[in-house]
């Protein structure tokens, strides 16, 4: 995977890459002039060992605050689970300015604008790609990626080239997406999927909160 630039690790304000969601992001500003209404940057450790990948912004959550995951019930449970993990230090106090920092972890999105009804189309994933790849490249320490997602387990698998149907996405599993130097075995890198925390997989039962927190100790084991 070929080094980016540091310019290249974030879109602009007002990236064009994506006709639908730029006109849905204009649209919000007109509607909710206060909200970030723009592309969410990376929220976290630049020392991070582990990158937790999510789908896109929520409409009221990182689209309004300008954080990943934050001001929506998925935040909710993902910074309590870092929290309580050691990796996330201070209160969530569901917005960007309450102090809470990241402990060599880092949060990133697939797509880093909010798409309508939450549901980002193949193109548009696709266009966001380059930062999601640019980012895994910016983390030297990186030891550990979790996916939160079907999606985003699918773009990590593409940004290193591998194949979709060799790395099958379900809850709990693991993946080698990059092996270590016989010699430097800890310059490998793992993948770890996980239901996404969101409101709906909770509700049904899809998720628990005991699901989620054992991808994370797993995450831990492995850093």
Same mark, same amino acid.
């Given at each position: 995977?070929?080094?980016? *630039? ?5 879109? #602009?304000?007002?990236?064009? @890459? ?5 006109? +849905?992001?204009? $649209?919000?500003?007109?509607? #909710?002039? $206060? ?7 990376? +929220?976290?450790? !630049?020392?991070? &060992?582990?990158?937790? =990948? ?5 409409? &009221? ?7 990943? +995951? ?5 935040? !909710?449970?993902?910074? #309590? ?14 917005? @960007? ?27 548009? =994933?696709?266009?966001?790609? $380059? /930062?999601?790849?640019? &980012? ?15 999606? @985003?387990?699918? *773009?990590?698998? &593409? ?7 060799? /790395? ?43 699901? +989620?927190? $054992? ?5 831990? #084991?492995?850093?």
């Amino acid at each position: 995977m070929p080094a980016r *630039s540091v310019t290249a690790l974030e879109p #602009e304000p007002d990236c064009p @890459a994506c006709p639908r969601l730029a006109a +849905f992001r204009n $649209s919000l500003r007109s509607s #909710e002039p $206060s909200w970030h209404n723009a592309p969410v940057p990376a +929220f976290g450790d !630049e020392d991070a &060992r582990l990158l937790i =990948v999510g789908l896109a912004p929520g409409l &009221r959550g990182a689209n309004r605050t300008g954080r990943p +995951f934050t001001g929506d019930y998925a935040g !909710e449970l993902l910074y #309590e689970t870092l929290i309580d993990c050691g990796l996330a230090a201070g209160a969530y106090g569901a917005e @960007a300015g309450d102090g809470l920092t990241l402990i060599s972890c880092m949060i990133a999105n697939a797509v880093r604008c909010v798409p309508p009804q939450n549901r980002p189309s193949p193109a548009e =994933v696709h266009n966001c790609r $380059s /930062f999601l790849a640019a &980012r895994i490249s910016s983390l030297p320490h990186l030891r550990v990626i979790v996916a939160l997602g079907r999606i @985003a387990h699918e *773009s990590v698998l &593409r940004v290193f080239g591998l194949r979709l149907t060799s /790395f099958p996405f379900a809850h709990g599993a693991e993946h080698i997406v990059r092996a270590g130097d016989p010699q430097r075995p800890e310059r490998s890198l793992m993948l770890i999927d996980s239901y996404h925390c969101s409101r709906y997989n909770t509700a049904t039962g899809v998720l628990t909160r005991g699901m +989620f927190r $054992s991808v994370f100790a797993k995450a831990c #084991e492995r850093l």
